[in-house]
Every structure is written in structure tokens, then in C-alpha cells.
């Protein structure tokens, strides 16, 4: 089993797609890098989004109070202590989880919409503790931290590709494995597997846990590649709906979907940038599109043509 | 029966749901290898017994025995854990996974750091498959299945932890003719297995060959115990689902003007929902003027 899923199609692909993405820095400009790595973590932040809606069927309308956490909780040590970045990531990491399991507690009493609602509050409430807590958080302004990564596009760029690479194996290898089994059926029907002696609440908790990991992890790592934090990058409701839509654009429940999700926003919206704010009205039409008409996505569409064939 | 030889012992349950009391004072006892029906009209608290002994739902007062352990109040995986098993009427399978995959969802071992489960998994699920009938369509995925298969993968995981205890939600609901034999034939193997089966039910008729004892309710209280006949003869069960005796001042057909050409004619009529038999062959001719109920 463990060797089938290893050579399975998307494994495949995807190992092919990545090593051709290593190879972009040779031949494209620095601008295009700079877009790119800013896809590959949305890619991230979209599969753990995924891992959670799409396998643990929670409604999470709140992936950026996740990512909030990891990117502001790195940016503002940095700010203060100026640790090792690798320390800093670790605490936006901690802290993100921390923020996973406030997320996951309401889970059992409220279902559905309603869960939805309370992770969307969350997420404005973060928003607004940013903004009074100015001076740690830089509020509006944003936040400068005296660190990055890297100068160098280049460097970025491949930390960003080798970073999503290594999130979307685990948490593919994850929604593939026995665990992925049971947290799928726990999400479809909880009643059902916890009859089976599966403890629903731990499965999906530690899905929280998992997807608030990664989230943070991604949201630290992009603080330190943009060398600043800023409520309209990292926490917006806006930032959570963008994250959201590449999932579901890149096929929900697919996991790795969620990466060509936000590639394509990004590539999208740059080729039409010289349309103005209109490029952003026609992006969020043509995924509203593919989401009422294809809903399994664009993952959905090229298994729907191989199936036709 | 002494209460410690008994499987599951249900003893003087309590449920409320705010003002109603879906079921009061109700308690019987399963041995190894017998099956006890419990059945009710619609709304008679049999499901919330059902519900009750799984932890679904948690009982207001009384006591859940399996093998002598008292589970009342614990919540389902724990419960399941301890050797009850439950077959869903409604089959809700992993539709992206294959037959084979949701049988070994069913075997799965309730860790986090499990990620594949091993070749004695893999052969315990092909066993599990044999014995039900689902070795021809391992790999296919359940869309693709009739109804009586994907009844058949609810009999499989229910069956994977080698329950001592299986609770069993209509089974032949939905069901053809045949169907209905070959799916009876697998809970006759439960019982056979030592298993004490508890299969709920609102018509009496279509597990009467298969159980050994009866349990009727009525409004969330017991009506009758026993034996199959001694139920179905008994008064209260009878005025129950009949309304009392049944009496009917049937005329004789020719006696209506419309003889020929019946107001409602109906020949052999199926109906399918979805992927369940609703109805099979019905046939049925109400003439102007006629009274005609109908009733299962």
C-alpha cells in the first residue's frame, strides 16, 4: 500500500512539476520569482485549509487567524529580541497551534455555519488586537522586522518551492494514510466512525493542530522572505477568502489542489494587472465559475477529461 | 437469566427529551448467540434505546450492561471499543475509497500515528469481504454498487472488531425479496458466532424467522416480551399496530358499478429511491366508492 501510494499518478506528476518549478530561476526574471514564492505559501496555506474542510469537513472561514498568529507572533520576537530566525519560526509555529486548538474548541457544541461564524470572528478579533496593540504589532502601518531569509531572489524563491514541496508530501501523505481514513470518515459522519471506537475529537483536533503547523509555519516563513507583517497581507478577511478560493478553485479534498489553486490566482491576476482593478473583479469571477460549475475544481476537470478519454 | 450471562443487559431506561419521555423503564437482556427484536411503531423510543446502549445518546437513569460492564453515560468510541457494533440502515461509505479501503477503515486501529495499515489489515479485510459476499467488487468504489452491497459493507465494518454485541437499524429496509434472504443469512451468522444481536425494527413480520425473542414498545414503554407467536397473538401489540381487531366489512367486487375498469388500477409496481427498493411488484385496484387502507 505504502509503495503504491508513493508511485501513484499525482505523486508522480507532482515530483515532476516541482523539479521543472527548481529549474524556473535559470530563465524567468527576479519580478516572476518574487510572485511565485508568494503563491508557493499561499499553495500552503491552501492545502492546510484543505487537510481541515476538505478531509475533517470543519468550516474554517478563519485560515488567516492561523496564519495571523505564525506570521505576527515571528515578525514581533524578531522585532524585539532578534533570535535566530529558525527560533522565531518555532513560535509563530507554537503559537499558531495555540491559536489551532482556541479555533477547534467551539467545534463540537457548534456545527457547520455557525462554527464558521465563530472562526471568522476570531479572525476579526485578531485583526483588531493588531491594530490597538500598535505599539508592539506596528498596527495599521505594519510591522518592519530587522530579519529576512534572504537577499536573493533566487534563495527565496527555492526555500518557498522546497518548503511547499515538503508541506504538500506530508500532508498528501497524511489524507492518504489510515489517519486521513479515519479523519475523512470522521468529517462525513461522526456518529458513524466514533461507532466504529474512533475518537472523533482527537482525530480532528489533531487535524486542527496539523493544518495550524503548517499555516503558521508558512505565514512565519513569508514574514521573514517579505521582511515585513501587515494586517492587509497576513490577516484580512480578504487574505483568508483568497486562501480559501485556491483551495476549492485547485479541487477540494485533493490536498495538493490547493498549490495550483493559488498559482493560478497569482499567475492569473498578474497577466491581467493591466486591466486595473478590474484584473481583480475577473479573477474572482472566473472562480466563482469554476467553483458553482466545476466543483471539483481544476484537479476535478483534468481527472474529468482523463476519465472521458 | 441471571443478569451475568448475559452480553448486553439493559435495565430500567430512562430518556427524556424535555418534557417527552421517549423511553421509560425499558430493560431486557441478550445472551451470547441470540437475537431479540426490538420493535415499535414509528416514534415508540425504539431508536432512542438503539441510540442509548451505542452512547449516542445519554440515558437519563437505568443501566447499560456489556459483559457485565456498565457503559451508561461513556461516550460512543468507548463503548464501540468494548465489543458493541452497530449496522447503520443508512450506509454513508468513504465514496472515494474502494470496497476493499472502506473494510480496512473499519479495522483500523484508533491511533494518530497510524499511516498504513499493514499487510494483516489487507488480509483480514479480504477475509471479513469473503464472508459477506463482496469479494467480486473489492475494487470498486461504492457509487458504482447496489443497495444490498453497500449493505454489506456496513455488515463488514460492524463485523471487523468481532463485536460481542451488534446493533442492527432495519435491515432489510430497502431490500428485495432476495436480497432480504441473503442479508438474513448473514445475521443468522452473527448469531451463530456467539454474537447477541439486536435488530430494531417497526414491522414485526420481517424478522420474525429470524429472531429468537420479541420486544415491543409502544409510546417509549414495553407492551410485550417473549416469544415470536406469543407477541404477535398478544392484545395490546395487536391493537397497536392494527388498531385493534382487525375487521373488515369487505363487499365482493362485483358488487361496484366500475368492475371492469377499477377508479385505481395499479400492476406490478416498483419504486427504487435512490439505490433502495421501496416498493417491489405492488399491485392494488380501489374501485369508486371503495375503502381501502393500506397498511405494513
Same mark, same amino acid.
Given at each position: ?15 515532476? &512539476?516541482?523539479?521543472a ?14 510572485l ?25 472561514f478563519g ?6 498568529l ?22 509563530? &509555529? ?5 491559536g489551532?486548538?482556541?479555533l477547534?474548541?467551539?467545534?463540537p457544541r ?15 478579533m485578531?485583526?483588531?488586537?493588531v ?22 531572489d533566487?534563495?527565496n ?14 500532508l498528501?501523505?497524511?489524507?492518504r494514510?489510515s ?7 470522521s468529517?462525513q ?40 507583517a ?18 476549492v ?8 489542489g490547493?498549490?495550483?489553486g493559488?498559482v ?10 493591466p ?7 475577473? &479573477? ?12 471539483g475544481?481544476l ?11 | ?6 452480553r448486553?443487559? =439493559?435495565?430500567?431506561l430512562?430518556?427524556?427529551f424535555?418534557?417527552?419521555?421517549? =423511553?421509560?423503564?425499558?430493560?431486557? !437482556? ?16 425504539? !431508536? ?15 443501566s ?7 457503559v ?9 471499543r ?29 491511533r ?9 489489515v ?6 471479513? @469481504? ?5 469479494? @467480486?467488487?473489492?475494487?470498486r ?33 430497502g ?14 451468522e ?6 447477541a ?14 429472531v429468537?425473542r420479541i ?10 416480551e ?12 395487536r ?14 367486487e362485483?358488487?361496484?358499478?366500475? =368492475? @371492469? ?8 409496481? !416498483?419504486? =427504487?429511491?435512490?439505490k ?6 405492488? !399491485?392494488?385496484?380501489v ?10
Open positions: 500500500m505504502l509503495r503504491r501510494a508513493l508511485l501513484s499518478p499525482p505523486v508522480l506528476i507532482s515530483l515532476i &512539476v516541482v523539479l518549478a527548481s529549474t524556473l530561476p535559470l530563465y524567468v526574471s527576479g519580478y516572476v520569482l518574487g511565485l514564492t508568494v503563491a508557493y505559501y499561499f499553495g500552503v496555506f491552501s492545502m492546510a485549509w484543505d487537510l481541515l474542510f476538505g478531509f475533517a469537513n470543519e468550516v474554517n485560515p488567516s487567524f492561523l496564519i495571523g505564525g506570521a505576527y507572533t515571528a515578525g514581533i520576537l524578531d522585532n524585539l529580541y532578534r533570535p535566530p530566525i529558525a527560533l522565531c519560526a518555532v513560535a509563530g &509555529v507554537l503559537a499558531s497551534m495555540t489551532g486548538v482556541v477547534a474548541l467551539p467545534a457548534v456545527r457547520g455555519p455557525y462554527f464558521g461564524l465563530t472562526t471568522l470572528v476570531a479572525v476579526l485578531l485583526q483588531n488586537f491594530v490597538v496593540a500598535a505599539g508592539l504589532t506596528g498596527g495599521e502601518i505594519g510591522l518592519t522586522v530587522p530579519d529576512v531569509i534572504s537577499i536573493d533566487k534563495v524563491y527555492w526555500i518557498a518551492l522546497s518548503f511547499m514541496g515538503v508541506s504538500g508530501a506530508i498528501y501523505g497524511l489524507s494514510s489517519v486521513g481514513l479515519i479523519l475523512q470518515a468529517g459522519d461522526p456518529v458513524q466512525a466514533a461507532a466504529l471506537g474512533f475518537n472523533v475529537t482527537k482525530h480532528k483536533l489533531a487535524a486542527f493542530l496539523v493544518s495550524a503547523l503548517f499555516s503558521g509555519l508558512a505565514g512565519a516563513l513569508m514574514v521573514f522572505y517579505l521582511g515585513a501587515s494586517v492587509g497581507t497576513f490577516i484580512d478577511v480578504t487574505v483568508g477568502v483568497q486562501v480559501i478560493v485556491g483551495a478553485l485547485g479541487g477540494r479534498r485533493t490536498i495538493l490547493g498549490v495550483l493559488a493560478f490566482l497569482v499567475a492569473f491576476g498578474e497577466t491581467l494587472r486591466l486595473g482593478d478590474l484584473a481583480t473583479f475577473i &479573477v474572482s469571477a472566473v472562480a466563482l465559475a469554476v467553483v458553482l460549475f466545476f466543483p475544481g484537479l476535478g476537470m483534468v481527472k474529468g477529461a482523463r476519465a472521458a478519454t | 437469566m441471571s443478569a451475568a450471562a448475559a448486553l443487559d =439493559v435495565r430500567g430512562y430518556k427524556r424535555g418534557g417527552l419521555a421517549a =423511553v421509560r423503564d425499558v430493560g431486557f !437482556s441478550i445472551k451470547a448467540g441470540e437475537i431479540l427484536g426490538l420493535i415499535g411503531p414509528n416514534g415508540s423510543g425504539k !431508536s432512542t434505546v438503539m441510540k442509548s446502549i451505542l452512547g449516542v445518546e445519554r440515558p437519563d437513569g437505568g447499560v450492561r456489556v459483559d457485565g460492564v456498565e451508561a453515560g461513556w461516550a460512543p468510541h468507548r463503548i464501540a468494548l465489543g458493541v457494533g452497530m449496522v447503520f440502515q443508512h450506509s454513508r461509505p468513504l465514496h472515494r475509497q474502494t470496497v476493499l479501503e472502506n473494510i480496512v477503515f473499519g479495522l483500523l486501529p484508533d494518530l500515528l497510524g499511516f498504513f495499515p499493514g499487510a494483516a489487507d488480509a483480514r479485510a479480504r477475509a471479513i @469481504a469473503e464472508r459477506v459476499g463482496l469479494t @467480486a467488487v473489492l475494487d468504489r461504492p457509487a458504482t454498487l447496489p443497495f444490498a452491497d453497500l449493505h454489506r459493507i456496513e455488515i463488514a465494518k460492524a463485523i471487523a472488531r468481532n463485536p460481542k454485541v451488534v446493533l442492527i437499524d432495519e435491515p432489510f429496509a431490500l428485495t425479496a432476495r436480497e432480504t434472504a441473503s442479508v438474513a443469512m448473514l445475521i443468522a452473527m448469531r451463530n458466532d456467539g454474537r444481536v439486536l435488530i430494531v425494527d417497526h414491522n414485526v413480520k420481517g424478522i420474525s424467522a429470524l429468537d420486544y415491543a414498545m409502544h409510546v417509549g414503554e414495553r407492551i410485550a417473549g416469544a415470536v407467536q406469543e407477541v404477535m397473538e398478544n392484545e395490546t401489540v391493537r397497536v399496530y392494527l388498531g385493534g381487531a382487525l375487521e373488515t366489512a369487505a363487499r365482493p362485483t358488487a361496484f358499478r366500475d =368492475v @371492469a375498469t377499477p377508479f385505481l388500477d395499479i400492476k406490478n409496481l !416498483s419504486v =427504487v429511491y435512490d433502495a427498493q421501496a416498493l417491489e411488484n405492488v !399491485s392494488l385496484h374501485h369508486q366508492g371503495e375503502f381501502v387502507a393500506s397498511s405494513d
